[in-house]
């Protein structure tokens, strides 16, 4: 399973950006798609999640200024990254939960992370 992500930069505050990652996953089920985040002396977590069924979670801090949204079709993830504050800062990973056909067992898999940097 490989993750690849792209859109990460350099933006002022309050701007935008989007994230984009396509996960490759030959044999593989992909069950859930989305995005984690991790800064400096913190532990990554998850950010915002779809699932096959367009499910979605958001960690509540973000609901309303950030969106996940995806393509199962093209296994496509992407973060819409809206009113951009510098506490938004951050490395963002790309992230899939899948698994193998015919097994049971869902695996966790995180893709080279992007970095996000909101400039004040």
């Known amino acids: 399973v490989q993750l690849q992500a792209s859109g990460g930069g350099l933006v002022q505050a309050g701007g935008s950006l989007r994230l984009s990652c396509v996960v490759s996953a030959p044999g593989f089920k992909v069950e859930r798609m989305g995005w984690g985040r991790q800064v400096p002396g913190k532990e990554r977590e998850l950010v915002a999640t779809i699932r096959s069924d367009s499910t979605m979670n958001v960690v509540p801090s973000e609901n309303g200024r950030h969106t996940v949204s995806g393509d199962y079709a093209k296994r496509t993830v992407y973060l819409n990254l809206n009113s951009l504050i510098p506490e938004d800062t951050a490395v963002y990973f790309c992230?899939?939960?899948?698994?193998?056909?015919?097994?049971?067992?869902?695996?966790?898999?995180w893709g080279k992370g992007t970095q996000v940097t909101v400039s004040s």
């Open positions: 992230y899939a939960a899948a698994v193998r056909y015919g097994r049971s067992n869902v695996g966790n898999y």
